[in-house]
């Protein structure tokens, strides 16, 4: 019994691996080759999980998180990225992925990238529960609306007239939009005009025919005479494919605007190894917008050599262990002694983790072994970080303070 029940088991990681954790659901697989274009390329909003398939908590979500993915779908994209594969491991580092899962939100709002011309999404970290409901109720409530209101004759026929491209009006007694027609609004906005009219007259009915609610009426051109009635099932499939039929130009605006590019491949490379930090140009580069566990060592101390190389190694060893999660750098804190005054750090050597885009770190105060510092970037996401007193401490380049060293033995001699 117990041989077939770890084969069975080996099977489930088997298959988790080789054909996808999420294989065959309504759960995107977002990697770091399509994120931009998927996520970036519409005006969507998406919830995108980063995971690793042998985390626990992974497995755990993951029912819940299919679910959700089938109850959302049409309305709100739902997405996926591997963290353990090589290939995603950048992404994930340039979203500052600590923990798994990490869930975020991308809005339905591009903005501008730090390439010219070129557009991007900001995302919110997802604090909710983790059932389907949570899940699904958050993301419904960020659903954009690019639906227009009509409350009388006169709106109507302003907005049926004003363009000569197709329009969509729906009748309803509903006293707030749907989702399905939010959704169907962000699909379309960029090419059909979506409105609705709630309540209207007698008289504004009669003369659309409409005897029933919900009804929706597309009209080709800017003839209030002529319209067609969707008489289908009220689902997004099917009314989809009803509204492509009067489309010119293309919903979504990765046909206007394209798409972030440096999100597919970020360009600074992963970091498997403790990076020395000696020089302010690359701090800035590492850590000043990034997120980085830092060590300060006395490196000046003749007795510490030793001791000093071992915990380098130590880092190097956890840089491996966390690479694509969390840079790992260290530097000579008896020059950096503005870090230890700035971040009230007890003595060398010091631990702490910067977030240097959101001016925040978070002091280690265990023992340095391996064991407890791994275990402290574990739980990273269960800690809570404090602002930085006086902003981000002024990096001091050793090279420069070391000429300064020996341009005053010189004088002294």
Do not use: R
């Given at each position: 019994?117990?041989?077939?029940?770890?084969?069975?088991?080996?099977?489930?990681?088997?298959?988790?691996?080789?054909?996808?954790?999420?294989?065959?659901?309504?759960v995107v697989t977002l990697t770091t080759k399509n994120f931009a274009s998927q996520v970036f390329g519409?005006?969507?909003?998406?919830?995108?999980?980063?995971?690793a398939p042998w985390c626990g908590h992974c497995k755990s979500l993951k029912p819940e998180y299919e679910k959700a993915a089938k109850n959302l779908k049409g309305l709100v994209r739902v997405g996926a990225v591997n963290c353990d594969e090589q290939a995603n491991k950048e992404l994930c580092s340039n979203y500052q992925i600590q923990g798994f899962p990490t869930i975020k939100y991308f809005p339905s709002k591009l903005v501008p990238a730090k390439a010219k011309g070129t557009f991007h999404k900001v995302p919110e970290d997802y604090q909710k529960g983790r059932t389907a409901k949570d899940i699904i109720d958050f993301a419904l409530s960020k659903l954009p609306s690019f639906v227009t209101k009509v409350t009388d004759e006169k709106s109507v026929e302003k907005f049926?007239?004003?363009?000569?491209?197709?329009?969509?009006?729906?009748?309803?007694?509903?006293?707030?939009?749907s989702n399905l027609y939010k959704a169907l609004s962000v699909d379309f906005h960029n090419d059909i005009a979506l409105a609705e009219g709630k309540s209207l007259a007698e008289s504004i009915l009669e003369k659309f025919q409409v005897t029933s609610f919900p009804t929706l009426l597309v009209f080709p051109s800017d003839d209030q005479s002529q319209f067609t009635k969707y008489e289908g099932k009220l689902e997004h499939e099917s009314l989809f494919k009803f509204l492509?039929?009067?489309?010119?130009?293309?919903?979504d605006k990765q046909q206007q605007q394209e798409p972030a590019e440096q999100q597919k491949a970020p360009a600074e490379p992963t970091l498997d190894y403790a990076l020395e930090i000696k020089d302010k140009d690359t701090f800035?580069?590492?850590?000043?917008?990034?997120?980085c566990l830092v060590?300060?060592?006395?490196?000046?101390?003749?007795?510490?050599?030793?001791?000093?190389?071992?915990?380098?190694q130590l880092l190097n060893d956890l840089a491996k262990k966390n690479a694509g999660r969390i840079k790992i750098v260290w530097a000579d804190g008896s020059i950096q002694s503005n870090f230890v005054k700035q971040l009230d750090l007890a003595g060398l050597p010091s631990v702490f983790v910067l977030n240097g885009n959101k001016s925040k770190y978070i002091k280690y105060l265990g023992s340095f072994t391996e064991k407890n510092v791994q275990e402290f970037i574990s739980n990273l996401n269960k800690k809570t970080a404090v602002d930085l007193p006086k902003g981000l401490p002024e990096f001091i380049?050793?090279?420069?303070t070391t000429e300064s060293k020996k341009s005053n033995k010189k004088d002294e001699l």
């Open positions: 019994m117990k041989n077939i029940l770890s084969i069975f088991l080996l099977f489930t990681l088997f298959v988790s691996y080789s054909f996808g954790f999420y294989e065959n659901t309504n519409s005006e969507h909003i998406w919830m995108v999980e980063f995971y049926i007239t004003s363009t000569t491209t197709a329009k969509a009006l729906l009748f309803t007694d509903k006293p707030k939009t492509s039929k009067y489309q010119t130009k293309g919903n800035d580069k590492h850590c000043g917008k990034g997120v060590t300060l060592f006395d490196l000046q101390s003749e007795d510490d050599k030793e001791s000093n190389q071992q915990k380098i380049n050793s090279a420069t």
